[in-house]
């Protein structure tokens, strides 16, 4: 089946560990994106990629990093430098041109304990 | 920052009846998507409407966008309890096709 995966579903963390959120696509895409979510609240992006080997920072990406090594693979990095990571991350893909829409995976949640 | 933002923030109707959300936004855009958020899930998207188009149906969506207001619509006709869900309204502008959320409206339908 086509589509875009996150891993982990669930993920807990202890302060000042960094941990890193899987986003794989099968669906041929040239952009990826990650946003974060918090409760009762909209998307804000962190990062976004168009391009293999390339990736801009978006509205919120301090205490984040990425990679884009693979056209299928987009993993986010949430660092110790991240005050408040505790919320639920999303990853979406799109082919990254005008008028086309963007496919989402069904999101990783992280809790700091 | 956020481009999008929906009115009502909260929406409960009984089923059959009619929903209507409105988005506006502040800039220009080349289109205007809306997606759905079941609780703790992806994003789907449910339709796209260009800057040029004023409106746009899909089943039982009616999307209308009005580019002088920067302002849009979407009607969800005779709803049913699994439109239960929220709705965010999303811009994409420049070239780099990044989507600028909104932060969503939460539409109950009671059966």
């Known amino acids: 089946d086509g589509g875009i995966t996150q891993s982990p579903k669930y993920l807990f963390r202890k302060e000042g560990q960094n941990v890193t959120l899987s986003c794989e696509q099968n669906l041929n895409h040239d952009a990826m994106y990650w946003y974060r979510q918090d409760p009762g609240q909209g998307l804000r992006l962190i990062y976004y990629s168009q391009i293999v080997n390339d990736f801009q920072k978006g509205d919120i990406a301090e205490g984040y990093s990425v990679s884009r090594e693979k056209k299928e693979s987009f993993p986010l990095t949430v660092t110790s430098a991240q005050k408040n990571p505790t919320a639920f991350y999303l990853c979406?893909?799109?082919?990254?041109?005008?008028?086309?829409?963007?496919?989402f995976g069904q999101g990783t949640r992280l809790t700091v304990v | 920052s956020q481009q999008g933002e929906e009115d009502p923030q909260a929406l409960s109707i009984q089923e059959g009846e009619n929903a209507t959300m409105n988005c506006s936004y502040k800039?220009?855009?080349?289109?205007l998507q809306w997606y759905r958020q079941n609780s703790g899930r992806g994003l789907v998207h449910l339709i796209l409407?260009?800057?040029?188009?004023r409106e746009k149906h899909s089943g039982r969506l009616r999307v209308t966008l009005d580019t002088s207001k920067k302002s849009s619509s979407l009607l969800i006709t005779a709803s049913r309890a699994a439109d239960t869900a929220s709705y965010f309204c999303?811009?994409?502008?420049?070239?780099?096709?990044?989507?600028?959320f909104g932060k969503g409206t939460l539409l109950t339908v009671n059966p």
């Open positions: 409407i260009r800057s040029n188009e």
């Open positions: 999303a811009t994409d502008k420049g070239s780099n096709y990044k989507l600028t």
């Open positions: 800039t220009s855009i080349n289109n």
């Open positions: 979406a893909s799109s082919r990254g041109r005008v008028d086309t829409e963007a496919f």
